[in-house]
């Protein structure tokens, strides 16, 4: 600020708060600024995880005020680490989790390689890749589950179409183990796109001076590739697996437009276990334990994982 | 002039104090045909009490998540409540709703002059006590469609009779019904292929459960044994219950439409509409909706009662619900004045009319009513046959438990019959501890 501006500025300050604000330091003004920021975390980060975690010790139910509420200890935590479904829909997150981040990353960066070439219609293209991702979870399961149909849905003709294999003859929502594919696959679908534009963001950062001096050095473009794109996009694609990881982890409506967690529980993301433990169940202090270990295991991989992270960026 | 100014003054305080007296009142109920009936019913209403009516209608999948949430919050949202059979244990025991004993009693509504089943699956906690939580306001079952005109194809019925050796008609038994299932599996009618049966196997909410269980009854299941509560083994279990849900599988996996393995009641409408189905397993709701449609309207379906088991036992899935008045209300008299208002047996008769299903006696029991529509014999004899699922307050962890094990040996496939009664025994049983019933 030039030193006209601030004489502008100290001048058009009333007298009367200009004489309130006088003496106040630099230290008092940054707290005056933060505190309400830091109430507000308090208040909808903090305190409601301190409760969550005080409720997990008990036997709460929401629906159930007039019960005694009783301290169990880790009761809340022993049974559900023991408990078969949760190792189950646990496993089902994984395998939705590391699929989905598998091939969103390879096609998401293969499709950013190449809309990053200067071609006619670039943008155009870059425009219909994002469409999906602009549409809500619940309505891309609605529109993928009519595309799943047997009898009438475009999906299963296109496999007949390749394949031969008579459309009516198998459901890919009802199938034990096509099921979970399926969710795979919208998802990728959908969110594909975001990571496609995160690596893009990644390929343009990329001074363009670095690859005419491997061209003077004659380098092939495989090794460009090998040893400027990818090593420099990789701060960005690790971003994108972090973005995506963590909203994976707590996919929800997708999954239950879709299959509804079933065919039996293929497709029970611990989220939809959850919400039935929280919301239909009502066990309030069992779903509290539930949460503070998802919690955990979240926080715990995305901590390492941004270590690393910031190991790549600093290299 | 000064008897004029006066008499103004009575007018003008006479509204006011009209206006004092007239409340808002919000009804809550699921989003579907008989809530815009009772809208339309509700009008008379508004006109007699002055008081004014609102509506908050939730689809049927998120009904129970929606309100019960209002109800377990303490909500203000809801005078009213058409809640569902399954949540009187609850609120009840939680004090969501109030006590309508005094008020039966003081405005003498008897419940004598409801369907027994629909008192006892609607209104009463404990079950079988007279203590009242609702009056039975939608009388509703699980009972089947079926195109009555590809029945009567005379090529049809020649095909049939000769390869079972019985006419093609409405079934007795459930084998018989499967028999008509298998018979016009994939057949090619008018040029289309059409299929079977359509039943229940929606996962998310309660789906199969009402569909499996309309089946196990007649084969035997009993959810307790009647000389001692919530002791299930043997009876949840039993050897006639493993044949039932075996039964149920083999009819999934023989004559439902491709693609039908997470379908309730909607899925089940459209099936039947669209004429891929010769049998449709659904509430009873639906029936009103099928007798005019365009497409099976009409002559084209016929309606029939669950079949009988292989041992000639006869029940049925319960649905339906009464309304209660919300305890966390603050215009309780108001709301108890629209139950007045709908117990009347003139407000029942047009309820039916509108294509509400009554539960008054004098209604369902009038000599007219069995002819009133091609449904309503069907409709009578299902609600004599009626049982329902547990309406325990853990009601909703029995449910999700037994969804899990249906849903995971009929449509996916996993386990034995024997196996899937057996986990659900000991998850119910483990709910129950929870309970403290044991």
Known sequence: MSDHLVQRVASATPPKLARRIRGVSDRTIAWLFVTPTIFLLLAVNIFPLIWTIRLSLTNFRTNRPNNPVEFVGFDNYRKILTNPDTWASLQATAHFLIWTIVLQVVIGFTLAYLINKKFRGNDLWTTLIVLPMMLSPAVVGNFWTFLYQPQIGLFNYFIEFISGVDPASFSMIGDVSLAPWTIVLVDTWMWTPFVMLICLAGLRSIPPSIYEAAECDRASKWRQFWTITLPMALPFLMLAVLFRGIENFKMFDLVVQLTGGGPGATTLLTSIDLKREAFEKWRTGFASAYAVILFVTVFGLASIYVKALNKVKDR | ?438
């Open chain 2, 1 to 438: 002039m000064l008897t004029r100014a006066f008499l103004a003054a009575v007018v003008a305080l006479g509204f006011s104090a009209g206006a004092a007296q007239a409340k808002d009142l919000t009804l809550c109920w699921a989003a579907w045909d008989p809530a815009n009936a009772l809208v339309e019913l509700s009008k008379e209403y508004e006109a007699q009490s002055g008081n004014k009516m609102h509506f908050e209608f939730v689809p049927w999948t998120s009904f129970a998540d929606r309100m019960l949430n209002e109800l377990n919050s303490g909500g203000k949202l809801c005078d009213l409540m058409i809640g569902d059979s399954q949540w009187i244990g609850g609120a009840a025991e939680n004090g969501q709703y109030i006590k309508l004993n005094d008020f039966f009693d003081a405005n003498k509504i008897k419940m004598d002059d409801f369907i027994p089943a629909t008192v006892v699956g609607y209104s009463e906690w404990p079950k079988n006590t007279p203590n009242y939580w609702a009056l039975p306001a939608f009388g509703d079952v699980v009972g089947w469609t079926y195109r009555k005109d590809w029945f009567a194809r005379p090529e049809l019925k020649t095909e049939f009779k000769a390869k079972y050796g019985h006419d093609l008609a409405v079934p007795a038994t459930f084998d018989e019904l499967k028999q008509i299932a298998e018979f016009f599996q994939n057949r090619d009618i008018d040029g289309k292929k059409v299929y079977g049966a359509s039943i229940y196997t929606e996962r998310g909410s309660e789906g199969i459960t009402m569909g499996v269980m309309d089946v196990l009854y007649s084969y035997g299941f009993k959810y307790e044994n009647p000389d001692k509560p919530y002791d299930m083994e043997g009876f949840v279990n039993s050897a006639n219950a493993v044949k039932g849900l075996e039964f149920y599988k083999s009819l999934y996996d023989c004559c439902v439409p491709p693609g039908s393995s997470n379908g309730y009641m909607t899925e089940g409408v459209d099936a039947f509409k669209s004429g891929q189905v010769a049998m449709q397993m659904n509430f009873a709701f639906t029936w009103p909706g099928f007798n005019t449609d365009a497409n099976v309207g009409g002559d084209r379906t016929g309606y029939f009662a669950n079949p009988a088991g292989p041992n000639g036992e006869k029940f049925a899935q319960l649905g339906g619900q009464g309304i209660s008045v919300v305890a966390a209300s603050d215009k309780q008299d108001a709301a108890l004045s629209y139950i007045k208002w709908f117990a009347q047996p003139s407000v029942q008769a047009k309820w039916w009319k509108l294509g509400g299903y009554s539960a008054l006696r004098a209604v369902v029991e009038d000599p007219g009513f069995a002819t009133s529509q091609p449904y309503a014999q069907t409709f009578l004899d299902s609600m004599a046959i009626v049982k329902d699922f547990w309406a325990e307050p853990s009601y909703a962890t029995l449910l999700q438990s037994s969804q899990k094990w249906f849903h995971d040996y009929v449509v996916a496939g996993n386990g034995t019959a024997k196996q899937a009664l057996d986990g659900l025994v000991a998850d119910w049983h483990a709910t129950f501890e929870e309970d403290g019933k044991y």
